[in-house]
């Protein structure tokens, strides 16, 4: 238990939002590099929302 | 204990069809959450299983008893409401006896089993008392403990801790958990609290639109959503959502880095010969920054390791606030 930070960044015109640790430090407008983990990702189709 | 069985159910209220067509199979002693938002029929659902809601169609069965058309005191359950729902005027002792005196259990009995519930709940010395000098939690406590008195075989709660605050949340929360635990008995819980429901359930029936969207355990409708709705329902902060095409490879990609990298990973789908170039949905439930942001701007790029096949871009911070996990 503990406290983090949520951010969200924009990427593109994509606005996405991040968890970071209470040790990372962020202020707006700081230029970040991001990871996505792809292990945890869900493919929908578009349209009916149905997991692929 | 009981097991429930509920088949084909149907709920209207005139024109509005709330629960539709509903099959639902809850194992004995199991703790099932029905989750969703409001209006979803979660709530509506619980009063057909408690007998206070007339039903339009299809059965219920406890065990293998049919209670589609029984009398809710004849269902052998025990309700906890949002609201409490405590006589003011009678004593925290009388409130918890009441449906015991009313159906004629000896005062002996009637006895054993206040004192047996309220030491489990842990209000014993609050039995003198009349609600109006309860705490919140304390009067959530004592109207679990009447439910409890009626030796029932399957509990009903109806957002039990709504009305509380986020410290007594979680306190009685653990006790919920803890009481589950000592009974063994049949629990269904509704909730529109994800963290209630993730924390308490052997399983989870999300709900929209009076059709479950995914019934599963808590860690599989988190990590493998059933579909767009579930995923983008349970997690805070939400899921990101990024639109492209599926495509198998890096190869011949024109939708962008971002897109570009995530099809990449490996991740078939057993239709994807089929199509291949139909539009997709991506959802990404944890994002991470990396302390490096040394990548070219403008473009990203991806970067497979032993475990991840991930993506970098620069990107910018355009909010942060703090939060708080537990």
């Known amino acids: 238990m503990g406290s983090d930070i949520l951010a969200w960044s924009d990427f593109e015109g994509i606005t996405l939002s991040h968890r970071l640790s209470q040790e990372e430090h962020c202020e707006t407008g700081e230029p970040v590099s991001v990871t996505a983990d792809v292990a945890k990702a869900s493919f929908f189709e578009d349209g009916t929302g149905a997991r692929l | 204990m009981s097991s429930v069985a509920i088949e084909n159910l149907d709920i209207r209220y005139g024109n509005v069809h709330v629960v539709k067509s509903l099959d639902l199979q809850i194992k004995d002693g199991e703790f099932l959450v029905l989750l969703g938002p409001s209006g979803c029929g979660k709530s509506t659902l619980l009063n057909a299983i408690g007998g206070l809601t007339d039903v339009s169609g299809g059965t219920l069965h406890f065990n293998d008893r049919d209670v589609t058309w029984t009398d809710p005191k004849d269902r052998g359950i025990g309700m906890v409401f949002q609201s409490y729902a405590l006589y003011p005027t009678m004593t925290v002792e009388r409130n918890m006896s009441f449906g015991l005196r009313i159906a004629g259990v000896p005062r002996p ?13 842990q209000i014993t010395q609050l039995l003198d008392r009349k609600p109006s000098a309860l705490s919140g939690g304390q ?51 509704v909730t529109h609290d994800q963290i209630e429901a993730l924390t308490l359930a052997d399983r989870i029936a999300v709900m929209k639109d009076g059709i479950i969207q ?40 024109s939708s962008g880095p971002v897109r570009s990298a995530l099809m990449s990973t490996g991740i078939r789908s057993p239709e994807r010969s089929k199509t291949a170039r139909r539009q997709r949905l991506v959802c990404v439930r944890s994002i991470c920054t990396l302390p490096t942001p040394e990548m070219p701007h403008g473009r990203g790029r991806s970067l497979s390791s032993s475990r991840w096949e991930a993506i970098f871009w620069p990107g910018r911070i355009s909010r942060a606030l703090p939060s708080r996990t537990g």
């Open chain 2, 214 to 253: 995914q019934l599963d355990t808590p860690l599989n409708v988190y990590n493998k959503p059933a579909n767009e709705f579930v995923g983008t329902f349970l997690g805070s902060p939400a899921m990101n959502k990024i639109a492209g095409a599926f495509l198998p490879k890096m190869t011949a990609l």
């Open chain 2, 109 to 121: 009995e009637i006895e054993k089993k206040v004192k047996w519930a309220s030491e489990l709940l």
């Open chain 2, 139 to 189: 009067r959530q406590r004592v109207a679990i403990g009447r439910a409890l008195v009626r030796d029932a075989d399957i509990f009903l709660f109806d957002e039990p801790l709504s009305n509380l605050d986020a410290k007594l949340r979680a306190e009685l929360r653990l006790e919920i958990k803890k009481l589950h635990k000592a009974l063994g008995s049949t629990m269904i819980y």
